[in-house]
């Protein structure tokens, strides 16, 4: 450990490493996946303020870390709480909440991502001779969850590590699937102006498989792959005040995306923030606003869409 300890430049350089060639591999089947992929709540950002920016890879830290890089919870150096809304796409809702705690000589974190879809109406076959397909057969009420546990570990006062495992399900009708999922990442201070890099793998595991219902009129439901996301932020101060940074997004069913963005602060108690998705021109833009003092936060995120309502974000937290 304690070549670890006085080494993190190494580490920090093999960690990078292995998460490029990562996606590199991802990047060579760009969009192969497109519809082949479970779970894609879990690419939903959930966190009002690192939605704001477009990310939180290189600066997240405290309990919102568990929504973006788990090495950001790293350096907590007390409990910290935080629970977010958002007012996703036709009126969906995702909640979220997490605490982290200092034990085991780093911290560890719990966190829950719940989606709400609302009722929606059932249709299909009404089963007669003639086959007559009938609109309202009653309604379900689909259900997202993910039940995570995060480790993050400083190595240096520079270097941190983190990883977090995640039970995941997903319910539509009579249909369910389950599975775990996985995320790694790595946060480095290089101590100069403030700039900050970031690198996470997240929603990496094994394939999963729907469980069908006895009375489903086909034989087997495929295999479907995770929504596995590579991420990496960079920041820095550009001018007193101002953080400026930028985010590289890559899923694995989507083009790869670069975020701009920016995190002006007055007098330590309020920032105002800014991004810019030069690749997405479905979700362009997102604003954001937060407040802190004594420990307590507030957040509002503000993102624009293309085709769709704007999607709201609002979230709080709390350090002791």
Do not use: C
């Not at 709400?116 to 259900?143: H, L």
């Not at 990883?163 to 946060?187: E, P, R, Y």
């Not at 330590?268 to 420990?295: K, T």
């Amino acid at each position: 450990m304690k070549s670890i300890i006085k080494n993190p430049m190494k580490w920090l350089t093999i960690s990078l490493v292995v998460i490029s060639f990562q996606t590199i591999t991802m990047a060579e089947g760009d969009n192969d996946k497109v519809g082949s992929s479970a779970f894609k709540f879990l690419n939903i950002q959930t966190d009002a303020h690192g939605a704001a920016l477009g990310g939180l890879a290189a600066q997240a830290s405290g309990a919102n870390a568990l929504f973006w890089n788990p090495a950001g919870i790293a350096g907590s150096e007390g409990i910290g709480v935080s629970a977010g809304m958002t007012q996703w796409l036709v009126e969906t809702t995702v909640m979220n909440a997490g605490v982290v705690m200092p034990m085991m000589g780093g911290t560890i974190g719990l966190s829950l991502v719940s989606v709400d879809y609302g009722e929606i109406m059932k249709s299909g076959w009404a089963g007669t001779s003639e086959f007559v397909f009938e609109p309202n057969q009653g309604s379900f009420k689909p259900t997202d969850m993910s039940l995570q546990a995060s480790y993050g570990r400083s190595l240096s006062d520079k270097f941190s590590l983190g990883a977090t495992a995640k039970m995941i399900s997903q319910n539509i009708d009579d249909v369910s699937i389950s599975g775990l999922a996985f995320d790694i990442g790595t946060q480095f201070n290089t101590g100069y102006r403030g700039i900050s890099m970031g690198a996470v793998i997240s929603n990496f595991g094994p394939d999963v498989v729907s469980q069908a219902p006895e009375e489903a009129s086909y034989e087997e439901f495929p295999g479907m792959s995770l929504p596995m996301t590579f991420s990496f932020g960079v920041v820095g101060e550009a001018i007193p005040g101002l953080n400026a940074g930028l985010n590289v997004l890559k899923q694995a069913d989507m083009a790869q995306e670069f975020i701009f963005n920016g995190e002006y602060s007055v007098a330590g108690l309020a920032s105002l923030r800014f991004s810019y998705n030069i690749s997405n021109p479905q979700q362009p833009m997102s604003f954001g606003a937060g407040l802190g003092m004594a420990g307590i936060t507030a957040n509002v995120a503000f993102s624009t869409t293309l085709h769709f309502d704007p999607v709201m974000r609002f979230g709080i937290g709390y350090a002791l």
